[in-house]
Nanobody, 117 residues
Framework: QVQLVESGGGLVQAGGSLRLSCAAS????????MGWYRQAPGKQRELVAS??????TNYADSVKGRFTVSRDIRNTVYLQMNNLKPEDTAVYYC????????????WGQGTQVTVSL
């Protein structure tokens, strides 16, 4: 099993920045791509950004140029969010895909990000 613990959410004004962290523990050798998803009220959960063990990144079009995902050797994944917009308001979830394809993934508990005007 793998446990994911997120931190760093909060309230920020539009144009501001936040940095989310997600620390993985347990059998971390069994995880592959890690990333961040978000879910706003009344909307489906969507991928924000992901990063492979080798550092290949993928971003949603809505955050390209504003958000940066990174990962360290201890499998802590970060999401640096700059120039935040009110539409970025959501619960952000850390995700870690299992190394064996098709066997699912692990999720963190979620952290609230609220961007005010």
């Amino acid at each position: 099993q793998v446990q994911l613990v997120e931190s760093g959410g909060g309230l920020v004004q539009a144009g501001g920045s936040l940095r989310l962290s997600c620390a993985a523990s347990g059998m971390t050798f069994t995880i592959n791509v890690m990333g961040w998803y978000r879910q706003a009220p009344g909307k489906q959960r969507e991928l924000v950004a992901s990063i492979s063990p080798g550092g290949t990144t993928n971003y949603a079009d809505s955050v390209k140029g504003r958000f940066t995902v990174s990962r360290d050797i201890r499998n802590t994944v970060y999401l640096q969010m700059n120039n935040l917009k009110p539409e970025d308001t959501a619960v952000y979830y850390c995700n870690a895909e299992k190394l064996v394809r098709g066997t699912g993934s692990y999720w963190g508990q979620g952290t609230q990000v609220t961007v005010s005007l």
